[in-house]
């Protein structure tokens, strides 16, 4: 009988057109790097010579392009430079906000102004994380700042001390929503920190105000506070889902 035919060599793969994923990546962190470098070496140089206003100026608008970029890095698929560029443009949020009180309201009281501020950068970075779902800083950065307001408000107008533990509780509540239903596990784990802290916070100043009330009616409002932090601590057990803790 005659042999079989010998097996055919397998195709060759097609070689890629373009460079790799890889290579642009490389090549994309390095233009980005640079452009930082320059720009970094541009304010270094002229910094001296700016007032207040000019360097409010450029710190703007290097904030304006490190909120920016991490847009195009993320459709490039540089995930790990996007989340570099966003913490950059977190710190730079915040000189922004010293830039601001220096130029714009040097007059203004500290706690107000940074209670204003932590509201503020609470609503941005809030509005930034969602708009950028893939970036993993923006959220917890907000749940962070989102601990301030009613704390710093609560001090800065001289409140007395069950106001600034409603102000506590009021705050440990939003981060008790924010554990049982926040998006991603950094930003339940920020809430968890905030909600123990606060939570605390309130109840060792309801009960250090009931310990010190004068009379039965002076107890009333501690009281009130304690026993409207066991409701809401009752309500989110109950409200719980089962695995809430997942991601």
Not at 140 to 169: D, S, T
């Amino acid at each position: 009988w005659a042999p079989g035919q010998p097996w055919s060599a397998a195709p060759r793969a097609a070689k890629p057109s373009g460079p790799p994923r890889s290579a642009q990546n490389v090549l994309l962190t390095l233009g980005g790097l640079l452009l930082t470098v320059a720009a970094v070496a541009f304010t270094l140089v002229s910094w001296g010579s700016m007032g207040i206003g000019g360097r409010s100026a450029v710190l703007a608008l290097v904030t304006l392009a490190a909120l920016a970029a991490p847009v195009l890095l993320l459709r490039r698929k540089l995930a790990a430079t996007a989340e570099a560029l966003a913490a950059l443009a977190l710190v730079l949020t915040l000189l922004d906000v010293y830039a601001v009180h220096a130029v714009a309201a040097p007059d203004a009281d500290g706690l107000t102004f940074t209670a204003v501020a932590s509201a503020v950068l609470a609503a941005l970075w809030t509005a930034y994380g969602l708009a950028l779902g893939k970036l993993h800083l923006p959220l917890p950065a907000a749940v962070f700042f989102v601990q301030w307001p009613l704390l710093l408000g609560a001090w800065a107008a001289g409140a007395p001390a069950i106001v600034v533990g409603w102000a506590l509780l009021v705050t440990a509540v939003v981060d008790g929503a924010i554990t049982l239903w926040g998006k991603g596990l950094g930003v339940r784990v920020t809430a968890g920190i905030g909600l123990a802290v606060m939570g605390s916070a309130a109840l060792l100043t309801g009960l250090g105000e009931s310990l010190t009330a004068d009379g039965p009616l002076g107890a009333v409002l501690p009281g009130a506070l304690l026993l409207t932090a066991a409701v809401a601590a009752l309500a989110g057990a109950w409200r719980a889902p089962n695995g809430y803790a997942q991601v």
